[in-house]
């Protein structure tokens, strides 16, 4: 955030509360502020089974507990070492109404006028207001006030977001060939310097080629054969790469990242079912985005009738699959009876909250529109036996407050590379059709 050597005040709206309810303890040293307003917005996310009404939940607990011994409205230490101090503040005695003429009726506007009542209050301070609202945000810095996005989970630099894989050009043609027999060669050989735990590589020769992975265990270099799976034929390097990482016993989290039409769902579900007899569970999920902001309940039927059209594109994947096979194959009849004795589950994100994950083949799609703290969540009910796959693409982001630097999967990507458990690799190429990959392009 801003230079260390500034006294700051940070005062805290309520969508950061709602992206990460251990926010307040996130600003090092320096005291935070929690309007008044906030806690009554909160109080109307805490009933539902979104993430945003846990978030809210979890920080009206967390205030409940800080004020058994003290009262928020004094300073009360927050927990943990070298934290500063936290307080909750009364509506605004109107002193600033010669900053800010506009409605005062309004929220947003409300915390913005506790803001600049802090920096006539406070003249030493630097009272800097967090919002995950551009628009407040935008507003703020309007009447002169301090305004930033909350940073914790973000990714700095996203330019440089880690893709998964490196082409090397200028492989001696021995050495390639030497590959192909062995399937394996060591870095030396290979010139490689810059070594991480299953990154993926395409070495060539001009015309001639291979596909590699780095073996931290061995240090060496294995040959990536192509590998049908569940009749599913990868179509490029990186889904050779994608299908490696996903049926590799010992990666036990995958991310995958890539463009509309790239095969990111479909080659996670077909691994899936590949492997269908080293797991108890094959469970696919997405987080819900209603349409408009409104919740499921606007939506007529039971709960079934309101989720079914946000699970369609996965149920459209697994017929995909399925039609792979005549009506008179084993395999066909097979895929029915896994969804029908529930060996296949698809379902909401919501549905799995408090659930340990053991024995599981787990399948998170749309990952962008979780937050960092959600991704953790699901990545920490994983239990033996459990294999992770979060698929998105962060330039789709459905979600708001986030975006492609704060979202989870981003997270994921940044934070856990080069670990032996992880493996990811980015599509860069639509295969959906030449129409799509239009699209995805040029519009």
Not at 174 to 197: G, H, Q
Not at 350 to 369: C, K, P, S, W
Not at 393 to 401: A, K, R, S, W
Request: proline share 4%.
């Amino acid at each position: 955030m801003a230079e260390k050597n500034v006294n700051k005040l940070f005062v805290l709206d309520t969508s950061v509360i709602l992206f990460d309810h251990d926010a307040v303890t996130n600003f090092e040293e320096h005291d935070v502020i929690i309007p008044i307003q906030v806690l009554e917005e909160l109080d109307k996310f805490k009933k539902g089974n979104d993430t945003k009404h846990y978030e809210a939940r979890s920080f009206i607990r967390f205030l409940n507990e800080l004020s058994k011994e003290h009262l928020l409205t004094s300073w009360v230490p927050l927990p943990g070492e070298n934290k500063g101090k936290l307080k909750v503040i009364m509506p605004s005695s109107k002193k600033y109404k010669e900053l800010a003429p506009y409605d005062e009726h309004k929220i947003d506007n409300q915390i913005i006028h506790t803001c600049l009542d802090l920096q006539l209050d406070h003249p030493k301070l630097k009272v800097i207001l967090v919002s995950k609202d551009i628009c407040l945000r935008v507003k703020a810095r309007s009447v002169n006030l301090f305004a930033e996005d909350y940073e914790t989970g973000k990714v700095k630099d996203l330019d440089v977001l880690y893709t998964g894989m490196t082409t090397i050009e200028g492989i001696e043609s021995n050495v390639i060939d030497e590959m192909f027999t062995t399937n394996k060669a060591t870095a030396a050989e290979l010139k490689i310097t810059e070594l991480a735990s299953n990154h993926f590589y395409i070495l060539k020769n001009g015309r001639k080629s291979v596909l590699g992975v780095y073996n931290s265990a061995e240090n060496i270099i294995d040959r990536v054969e192509k590998e049908t799976i569940t009749r599913i034929k990868p179509k490029n390097a990186e889904q050779t790469f994608a299908i490696r990482a996903l049926m590799d016993p010992h990666i036990r989290l995958v991310t995958i990242r890539g463009v509309a039409g790239s095969g990111k769902t479909l080659l996670a579900l077909a691994s899936a079912l590949e492997q269908r007899s080293k797991f108890q569970q094959i469970y696919v999920t997405r987080p819900i985005v209603p349409l408009s902001n409104k919740d499921l309940g606007f939506l007529p039927g039971d709960i079934n009738s309101k989720v079914d059209p946000y699970m369609q594109p996965i149920w459209d994947n697994l017929k995909y699959i399925k039609n792979q096979f005549s009506e008179r194959d084993k395999e066909y009849a097979r895929i029915d009876d896994m969804v029908q004795n529930e060996k296949i589950t698809i379902a909401p994100l919501a549905f799995i909250r408090g659930r340990t994950l053991a024995n599981v083949f787990f399948i998170v799609d749309e990952a962008q529109n979780l937050t960092p703290h959600e991704v953790k969540t699901i990545i920490t009910r994983a239990g033996e036996n459990t294999k992770i796959v979060l698929t998105g693409d962060i330039n789709q982001i459905d979600t708001p407050y986030l975006d492609a630097e704060s979202n989870g999967l981003s997270y994921v990507i940044d934070k856990v590379k080069n670990n032996p458990l992880f493996a990811h690799i980015t599509l860069q190429k639509g295969e959906r059709s030449e129409l799509a990959n239009l699209a995805n392009q040029l519009l």
